[in-house]
């Protein structure tokens, strides 16, 4: 049994299956265009000259941000379809922290953040904070799809299944409320990815468990406690010195 | 004493209610309210100021160009944007077909029916009417014929049984003096104005975009590009329209509403002797004729006091204040003070009767419009105001067209302050303007023609280059008078704004020293014949051309 | 034809407008309404045929912008029949009579014309104050909606602050002032026609539609008839080559604005604005916002004033910010302090963990799988 090992021991454990790395970076990779392209969207420039029958540079932008929207369309619904399909730590209940054990790790968590605590509670998939960060990712995910799809319904041409999301538009208060939330979202999207980025490569030292590799190998490096405990230390024993 | 109350007074902008004590047949006392309030002054604080003008715009669809250029102006004299010639030359255009068309509009559509017996006409001959119509114009649609076709057409309305907007009204009123014939004359140019009016304004859609509510303007200058060289500019082709325009303005003015005011206004000539009002009279003057501040101005700005046209005083803008001693608002330091509009305050609080009511309480508070004051003085504004300055500062045009309807007339100088003398101001201040409006347009041209296309002061376009708090005013001569806006601008946003309008000069109630408002003075000695269909109040407070969405805002 | 029919052609040649010309203003009706080609005859009839049905026209929280645009109607002397079709019997604006005259026109249809006539709503609709910031005749504008559009065959709430509150209700709205639809609610067919006016032109139409098939054309979401405002500006619009060549005009004046480039980065609203503007333009047709170099401001929208303001930037900044807080202000700004905050937060981490001792060695990743059954 694993009890019977020290507990010091590391072990290498598929954390993240393809799905959930194929989605992970094609998502990653469509918000980056689409946030450029959605840049250039609402500050077009330098202008072009010439016969505008013979230049199509907005048009062409927009259609990158559009095809883009359909890869990261189906990159969400199918990061969240494997919410359900996947292994356990690609689970719903990993993102939302419906769980008592959750719930309470968050505290210790985010106290490990403002250095309160000198190592977090070591979950192996993600942490509660991260999670709860993800959901909230998440959720603005369907924003940008309900709002971009609001925005492109109303010009789909007739007869086009987008028409029929025109009913969204009233949703997202008219269509210049979806358009500045679809453009504000954005910026929290690059604010996350911000965070992201840096808590990836803190944890990746702080724990030395290839946090950053694994999101291109699927496999972590984390201590066997972890395994056993998966966070429950902290919130029993209250030990801050972990 | 008889008291009555006249709520709505219709054929006005707005909503105006006018409560009078009448005794002996002629108006003793009168209170004019208006009971609409929007609070566009509070909306506007916090906001962009660029954007200012298309909230003030919407104070009037009526007037609709003038809360926009006197918005424009406050905001460019606060950051110190000047706008080029051309920008100039199109508002004096767009300012000028403003006037024309409601001047014209006001006179048939909204006071005419005072003066006018619809149901007389019916008695009408045809052939007299022709007669009549081809002695004091040489208007080519004045034949036997037509006449009798504007008669036949009056008939099939009133026989078919539906008076809809004509109905109920004051028909067969002694106070009624014009034989059948003119009558029937005037109901034929209230239909003619009608077309006349939707056709001319297209000058506004041309240089504006759409009327009502033009989209043209720009804080720094006009949005209207001008380019001979180019089909989304303004060209000579565009030019051309606005020329034809123009021409067929001035036609119908110089060939139907003038004949018509001079025709009208000799059955009632009585009228020049009622509806006299406060006396003084205050003009802000209009139409740049030159770039800058101190620009010389077609029609001149001036103060009279006391009906003396032998002296015009300077406009002196710090003199003017606003109080609401008797206006359903209050003010920080006391609702007895008397507030230039920098320091203006817009706080409603309402203290009248809760609707339903029948009566207001006259005594206390009683009106959604302020007491605006020159030096403590009553002022009227408006058409009258703007010929008596400036026939007082020897204005050639405009003293060569009063003496010729003085004369006309057979009256004095002193017939025009009256009732009937904002008619007739009114209307030679359209052909004064409906004269002008081709040199303006010339001007244009020439511009274009030596490739100046500057439309728009960009330097100032951005608010970075503004100073961090500064303060404006516009003044506008807007169809119905002396329109001022005061704006104060805090880091990019509108801290105060103030608007002080023609029908909040003319309308508002009394003051703290109980001084009355122009209405309410020129109604004193009106006289009525029958309390239940005063229809001379009507005749001397359309004399003022009402607005009051303007006059509250 | 019935004599009702030759009164009416009579009628129409003593104006000068021959029988041709009717039709022909027909058809363009027919087709300004989308209707099929055939229909035309109908409405032809209709108009001609019909009792003159009775119209009410109320003003509260106005401007008077919608009855000046409605004098503006198009197809002139036709239009004037159009007029002449209804029996406006209260219009403070036009009518002849004036206090308890005008109150008892108003009071004489609603109480004999009960459910039989049209109501048209200019302007919101006050509640704080009891009313009391508008009152006519000594009543609250509500009260005289509520029995006035309570008893009409239909409303047709005319412009903006009818249709949604308009200027009056924007922020921080002084009057409590509502729409028709939320001050009455319930009434039988309400039809918002909005725009900061109404254009003429959809006037007209929707009259004769309703005038001809007695009911209204189909709504959006937001209670508009289709036909008006079934499109954005931006899909029908004249500088839509130049949008998507990405040519715009930078500044008032410039090369691009002459030749009549897009006004996007000026700030039009046209893409996310609702109307016909593009294709029926205003005042016959002479012209419109866009076509003049101005940017289209949104005037036809819900809460225009404040969800399409500032209106020299296409895009609404975060509300209750102020001018000049763009989202893309806001949004690098929270950006930079986001990286700003995990800067500081590397650097402390990485001082601390410097100054501790150093713990032993993390275990090597040379270590065993997990296995099947371990605990998470
Ligand atoms: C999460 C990734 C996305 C980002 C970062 C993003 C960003 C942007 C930005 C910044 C704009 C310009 C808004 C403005 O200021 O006018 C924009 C416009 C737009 N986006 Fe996205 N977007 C994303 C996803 C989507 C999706 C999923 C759709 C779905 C169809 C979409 C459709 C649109 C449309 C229709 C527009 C309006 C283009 C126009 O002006 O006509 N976007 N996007
Ligand atoms: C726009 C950029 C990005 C977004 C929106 C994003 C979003 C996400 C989300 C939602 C997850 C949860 C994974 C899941 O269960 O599906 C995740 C996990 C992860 N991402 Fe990203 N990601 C971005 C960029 C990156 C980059 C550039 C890296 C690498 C440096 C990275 C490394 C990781 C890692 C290591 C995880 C797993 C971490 C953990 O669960 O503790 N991400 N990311
Ligand atoms: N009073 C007034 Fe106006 C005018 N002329 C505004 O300034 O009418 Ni609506
Ligand atoms: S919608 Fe516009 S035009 Fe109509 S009443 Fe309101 S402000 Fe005036
Ligand atoms: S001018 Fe406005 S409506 Fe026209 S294409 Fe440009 S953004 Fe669209
Ligand atoms: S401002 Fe209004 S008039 Fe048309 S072009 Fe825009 S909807
Ligand atoms: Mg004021």
Known sequence: MIQDQPLAETVRVYVWEWPVRVCHWLIAGSIAVMAVTGLYIANPGPITTGLASQRSLMGLVKLIHYSTAIVFGIAVISRIWWMFAGNNYARW?????????????????????????????????????????????????????????????????????????????????????????????????????????????????????????????????????????????????????? | MTHIVVDPVTRIEGHLRIEAEVDGGKVQDAWSSSTMFRGIELILQGRDPRDAWVFTQRICGVCT??????????????????????????????????????????????????????????????????????????????????????????????????????????????????????NLMAV??????????????????????????????????????????????????????????????HDFVARVYIPDVLAVASFYKDWAGYGAGVGNYLVYGEYPEDEGPTAPLFLPPGVIRGRDLT?????????????????????????????????????????????????????????????????????????????????????ARVKELVGTVLQKLNVGPEALFSTLGRVAARAIETLVLAEKQGEWLDQLAANMARHDLRTHDN??????????????????????????????????????????????????????????????????????????????????????????????? | MSDRENWFIDELERRGVSRREFLGFCTVMTSALALPAALSARVAKAIQGAEKPVLVWL????????????????????????????????????????????????????????????????????????????????????????????????????????????????????????????????????????????NAENITALLVHYLTFKYWPPLDEFGRPLFAYGQLIHDNCERRAHYDAGQYVEAWGDEGHRTGYCLYKMGCKGPVTFQNCPRVRWNEGTNWPIGCGHPCVGCAEPDFWDKMTPFYNHLQGPPFLGPGYTVDRVGVAATAGIAAAFATHGLISYIKRSREKPEPAPATPQSTDAKKGDAV
């Open chain 1, 93 to 242: 209940d990993k993102f939302v922290p419906a769980s008592t054990k959750r719930w309470k790790a968050l505290g210790p968590t985010l106290g490990y953040y403002l250095f309160r605590l000198r190592k977090p509670p070591g979950f192996v998939g993600h942490n509660p904070l991260a999670g709860l960060a993800y959901t909230i990712v998440f959720a603005v995910y369907l924003i940008m799809l309900g709002t971009g799809l609001a925005m492109y319904s109303v010009s789909a041409h007739v007869g086009s299944p987008l028409r029929w999301f025109t009913f969204l538009v009233p949703w997202f208060g008219g269509l210049s409320t979806a358009r500045w939330l679809h453009h504000g979202f954005m910026w929290m999207l690059i604010g996350f990815a911000v965070h992201h980025v840096y808590s990836a490569v803190l944890m990746s030292q702080v724990e030395a468990n290839a946090t950053v590799e694994s999101i291109f190998s699927g496999y972590k490096f984390v201590p066997r406690e972890d395994l056993v405990y998966s966070g429950y230390r902290f919130i029993d024993r209250k030990d801050t010195r972990g």
């Open chain 2, 65 to 182: 160009t003038v809360h926009a250029i006197a918005s424009i102006r406050a905001v460019e004299n606060a950051i110190g944007a000047v706008p080029p010639p051309n920008a100039r030359l199109l508002r004096n255009l767009i300012i000028a077909m403003q006037a024309v068309q409601d001047h014209v509009v006001h006179f048939y559509h909204l006071h005419a029916l005072d003066w006018v017996d619809i149901v007389s006409a019916l008695s009408a001959n045809p052939a007299r009417t022709s007669s009549l119509a081809e002695s004091i114009s040489d208007w080519p649609l004045s034949s036997a014929k037509y006449f009798a076709g504007v008669r036949d057409r009056l008939k099939g309305f009133v026989e078919r049984g539906q008076l809809g907007p004509f109905a109920n009204a004051y028909w067969g009123h002694p106070a009624y003096k014009l034989p059948p014939e003119a």
């Open chain 2, 188 to 249: 034929a140019h209230y239909l003619e104005a009608l077309d006349w009016q939707r056709e001319v304004i297209k000058v506004h859609a041309i240089l504006g975009g759409k009327n009502p509510h033009l989209q043209s303007f720009l804080v720094g200058g006009m949005a209207t590009p001008v380019d001979p060289d180019k089909q989304s500019s303004l060209n000579a082709d565009t030019l051309a329209s606005v020329r034809a325009l123009i021409t067929k303005a």
């Open chain 2, 311 to 395: 002296k015009v005083e300077r406009l002196d803008p710090s003199q003017i204040t606003e109080m609401v001693s008797h206006s359903w608002y209050e003010y920080d330091g006391g609702d007895g003070k008397a507030l230039h509009p920098f320091q203006g305050e817009t706080r409603p609080k309402y203290t009248g009767p809760k609707p339903p009511y029948d009566r207001l309480d006259t005594a206390a508070k009683y009106s959604w419009l302020k007491s605006p004051r020159y030096a403590g003085l009553p002022m009227e504004v408006g058409p009258l105001s703007r010929m008596l300055v400036a026939y007082a500062s020897g204005h």
């Open chain 2, 459 to 553: 330097a100032k376009w951005d608010p970075s280059s503004w100073p961090s708090d500064a303060t404006g005013a516009g003044f506008h001569e807007a169809p119905r008078g002396a329109l001022g806006h005061w704006v104060h601008i805090r880091n990019g946003a509108i801290a105060n704004y103030q608007c002080i309008v023609p029908s909040t000069w003319n309308a508002g109630p009394r003051d703290a020293s109980s001084q009355r408002g122009p209405y309410e003075e020129a109604l004193i000695g009106t006289p009525v014949a029958d309390p239940a269909k005063p229809v001379e109040i009507l005749r001397t407070i359309h004399s003022f051309d009402p607005c009051l969405a303007c006059g509250v805002h």
């Open chain 3, 59 to 198: 003003e509260f929280q106005d401007c008077c912008g919608n009855t000046e645009s409605f004098l503006r109607a198009a197809r002139p002397t036709v239009a004037d029949i159009v007029l002449d079709t209804l029996s406006v019997d209260y219009h403070e604006t036009i009518m002849a009579a004036a206090g308890t005259q005008a109150e008892e026109a108003l009071r004489t249809v609603v109480g004999d014309k009960k459910g039989q006539y049209l109501v048209v709503v200019e302007g919101s609709i006050p509640t704080f104050e009891s009313g009391a910031y508008c009152t006519i005749g000594g009543r609250a504008a509500i009260d005289i909606a509520r029995e006035v559009c309570g008893g009409a065959a239909a409303t047709i709430a005319m412009g903006t602050c009818a249709a949604y509150g308009g200027l009056p209700a924007a922020a921080p709205n002084p009057t409590g002032a509502l729409s028709v639809r939320d001050a009455v609610p319930g009434i039988k067919n309400l039809v918002n026609l909005p725009a900061c006016p109404a």
